[in-house]
């Protein structure tokens, strides 16, 4: 184990349910982030929050909706998601959201979301 | 901006024999650079970082990469293939701060036998 752990690891659900993707880190680490991992495209980064305040949306649609409750939590709650979103949703930390770049991410196992 | 090409998406090796993994990136900037490794099923392992300082830089697991400036790439290279290197590598190039944070497409490799 990384230190970053995601639950679930498999999700599969109906393009009209809702579900939340969860992160936990107990790096102390005060930032967190989602990417998004499709077949043959670089990783996406999708949201960043540092020290609990979200510092980035990089133009996700409003069906993925983030949460961080704390610097040790981070939730991605999904709703009325479309076949195209299934993918690998990687949740990563850093020291702080300055310290990535430098010092390199952790990240967790990822939750493999398939939409049917 | 940045940019990073991975070279080869996949990369066959027998194993014993050496590992060269290909990246080239694209800064107008002195970047940081780094190797992530990916094992099936598993989240993204920092290999090692380049950050400025030697230019050859050691990681994780016998692997190195050096950083050439003249040739903007940054390989990563291994003498001896395990089984266990058999994974996804990504290249991820930087120029500061997360928005400037490049990920390459990844390069498979296989380790026979």
């Known amino acids: 184990e990384t230190g970053v752990t995601q639950t679930p690891r498999h999700l599969v659900m109906g393009m009209t349910n809702k579900k939340s993707l969860k992160c936990e880190q107990h790096?102390?680490?005060?930032?967190m982030y989602w990417y998004k991992q499709s077949a043959k495209k670089p990783l996406e980064l999708m949201f960043v929050?540092?020290?609990?305040?979200?510092?980035e949306n990089n133009s996700v649609p409003s069906r993925f909706s983030p949460e961080c409750p704390n610097s040790s939590h981070l939730f991605l709650h999904l709703h009325t998601l479309q076949p195209e979103d299934s993918a690998l949703y990687l949740c990563?930390?850093?020291?702080?959201?300055?310290?990535?770049?430098?010092?390199?991410?952790?990240f967790g196992s990822g939750t493999r979301l398939t939409v049917v | 901006a940045q940019s990073v090409t991975q070279l080869d998406s996949h990369v066959s090796v027998s194993e014993g024999t050496p590992v060269l993994l290909r990246c080239n990136y694209s800064s107008s900037y002195s970047p940081s650079l780094f190797w992530y490794v990916q094992h099936p099923n598993k989240g993204l392992q920092l290999l090692l970082k380049?950050?400025?300082?030697?230019?050859l830089v050691k990681g994780i697991n016998g692997f190195e990469a050096e950083f050439k400036k003249s040739e903007t790439s940054f390989h990563l290279t291994k003498p001896s293939a395990h089984m266990s290197d058999a994974a996804e590598y990504f290249c991820?190039?930087?120029?500061?701060?997360?928005?400037?944070?490049?990920f390459g497409t990844g390069t498979k490799l296989q380790v026979i036998p």
């Open positions: 790096l102390g680490h005060n930032a």
């Open positions: 380049y950050t400025s300082a030697a230019t």
């Open positions: 991820v190039v930087s120029e500061g701060g997360y928005q400037k944070v490049t």
């Open positions: 990563a930390s850093s020291q702080d959201s300055g310290a990535g770049d430098v010092y390199g991410y952790t």
């Open positions: 929050y540092n020290f609990k305040e979200q510092t």
